[in-house]
């Protein structure tokens, strides 16, 4: 069994930083590529960021050059650093992992139970 938790979020100023973590637990064999996504009241649930094996990196164009996606392949662990925050950003972002087990070879997604990120003043 494998599970996502997630942390980071909370509520920042126009301008500022969240650093926001998705660590991964259980019976892992690979991890292959890791997503952020996220949705506001509303809206679609839309892709922000990943990030491949061999760091290969894609970006949506709203958070390009705002946002730093990277990984830590010793700890399972995803990271999504947000710098410039604006209000549009606001919504709950949600990790995604595409995860072999070891006990066997077949690909899964597995998500994050989703973090509040508020950008106000």
């Known amino acids: 069994q494998v599970q996502l938790v997630e942390s980071g979020g909370g509520l920042v100023q126009p301008g500022g930083s969240l650093r926001l973590s998705c660590a991964a637990s259980g019976s892992i064999f690979n991890i292959y590529t890791m997503d952020w996504y996220r949705q506001a009241p509303g809206k679609q649930r839309d892709l922000v960021a990943s990030?491949?094996?061999?760091?290969?990196?894609n970006y949506a164009a709203s958070v390009k050059g705002r946002f730093t996606i990277s990984r830590d392949n010793a700890k399972n662990t995803l990271y999504l650093q947000m710098n410039s925050l604006k209000p549009e950003d606001t919504a709950v972002y949600y990790c995604?992992?595409?995860?072999?087990?070891?006990?066997?070879?077949?690909?899964?997604?597995?998500w994050g139970q989703g973090t509040q990120v508020t950008v106000s003043s």
């Open positions: 990030i491949s094996r061999g760091m290969s990196t």
């Open positions: 995604k992992m595409r995860i072999t087990a070891i006990s066997g070879p077949v690909l899964k997604d597995y």
